[in-house]
């Protein structure tokens, strides 16, 4: 189970730190990712992060304003999207979401993921 949070109202300009916590049972073999789902819109990749950390992906809307990590435990893990410079486009709901069997060049596809979170709210007012 993933459960993410950290979602609220900025001001345009400001930043927002998302977690997304990984229950027991997941490892740092895990392909993690970010999605958001605008007013009206699809939903959208933002960021993902590779087994190992061997690799990082941005949606090119977000590059250079956001950052996405992970913390490993022993039996846990922790993501986290770092947002930074945000716009009145960035809002949305923002969702987690997480792989074991995602290979590198579908890390942007929605549907290479199996494991979702409930997904956070962020509202940017310009």
């Known amino acids: 189970q993933l459960q993410a949070s950290g979602g609220g109202l900025v001001q345009a300009g400001g930043s927002l730190r998302l977690s997304c916590a990984a229950s027991e049972g997941t490892s740092s073999r895990w392909v993690m990712g970010w999605f958001r789902r605008g007013p009206g819109k699809e939903r959208e990749f933002v960021a993902a992060i590779g087994r190992n950390n061997a690799a990082i992906r941005y949606g090119d809307s977000v590059k250079g304003r956001f950052t996405i990590s992970r913390e490993n435990a022993k039996n846990t893990m922790t993501m986290f999207l770092q947002m930074s410079d945000l716009k009145p486009e960035d809002t949305a709901v923002y969702f987690c979401?997480?792989?074991?069997?995602?290979?590198?060049?579908?890390?942007?596809?929605?549907?290479?993921?199996?494991?979702w979170g409930q997904g956070t709210q962020v509202t940017v007012s310009s």
């Open positions: 979401a997480a792989s074991q069997t995602i290979i590198l060049s579908r890390l942007r596809d929605e549907h290479g993921y199996g494991y």
